[in-house]
């Protein structure tokens, strides 16, 4: 399995950007996608996750209500929209995936992901 995502970009802060992450499906009825990010200098944080059929979403405190996660099985595409980006979103964002649906406490463990794709950068001038 080879993730890539795409979509990053440097953007002013109130901007909204859509990330895409692909393969991560692959018309398979049991997944799960999560979306991570990395700024310099700090620990990668969980960001927001998708189960298979969309059965539950989970996203990070600092996210919510921000960020939606979301599914194309059609087109294997996972995305993550990014609204009201602010600087503290500044980081390299990563997809990775597992075909395995995890329960909704395990969706924002960075360990139960078996597959993850190279990063895109996001960055948020004030």
């Known amino acids: 399995v080879q993730l890539q995502a795409s979509g990053g970009g440097a953007v002013q802060a109130g901007d909204s950007l859509r990330l895409s992450c692909a393969g991560s499906i692959r018309a398979s009825r049991s997944y799960s996608v999560g979306w991570f990010r990395q700024a310099p200098g700090r620990e990668r944080e969980f960001v927001a996750a998708i189960r298979a059929s969309a059965t539950y979403t989970r996203y990070a405190g600092s996210v919510k209500g921000r960020f939606f996660i979301s599914t194309d099985n059609a087109k294997d595409l996972v995305y993550l929209q990014m609204n009201t980006l602010n600087p503290e979103d500044t980081a390299i964002y990563y997809c990775?995936?597992?075909?395995?649906?995890?329960?909704?406490?395990?969706?924002?463990?960075?360990?139960?992901?078996?597959?993850w794709g190279p990063g895109t950068q996001v960055t948020v001038s004030s």
């Open positions: 990775a995936s597992t075909p395995r649906n995890l329960v909704y406490s395990a969706l924002s463990s960075d360990s139960q992901y078996d597959y």
